[in-house]
């Protein structure tokens, strides 16, 4: 079992960055997959990113490739979510979640156990 603290969210301008941290505590981050997701109001919740346990293969909705690196530190047991670029769209509550194990191509489908309290990430003039 693992407890999930996001931090790093605030108020940016477009075209600026972010970096997201996810901080594990209770069990070794590295046994698990994490995934971002992010929810704007009146929106559907959106799979952003995943890391994927054992190999680290990491994973990105179309619309945050090239903008956003998901990362993990073992040593800090902590998953970063590195944003540049950012637009207006990517204005949205995020919440990092860990499930045991690999995932995949499909990982925004799977179900992920533990979940952060979320942090607000605002991009606006």
């Known amino acids: 079992q693992v407890q999930l603290v996001e931090s790093g969210g605030g108020l940016v301008q477009p075209g600026g960055s972010l970096r997201l941290s996810c901080a594990a505590s209770?069990?070794?981050?590295?046994?698990?997959?994490i995934a971002w997701f992010r929810q704007a109001p009146g929106e559907e919740r959106e799979g952003v990113s995943a890391?994927?346990?054992?190999?680290?293969?990491?994973y990105y909705t179309d619309s945050v490739k090239g903008r956003f690196t998901i990362s993990r530190d073992n040593a800090k047991n902590t998953v970063y979510l590195q944003m540049n670029s950012l637009k207006p769209e990517d204005t949205a509550v995020y919440h990092c979640?860990?499930?045991?194990?690999?995932?995949?191509?499909?990982?925004?489908?799977?179900?992920?156990?533990?979940w952060g309290q979320g942090t607000q990430v605002t991009v606006s003039s």
């Open positions: 979640a860990a499930r045991r194990g690999r995932v995949g191509l499909r990982w925004f489908l799977y179900d992920y156990d533990y």
């Open positions: 209770g069990d070794t981050l590295d046994y698990y997959a």
């Open positions: 890391i994927s346990s054992s190999d680290g293969s990491t």
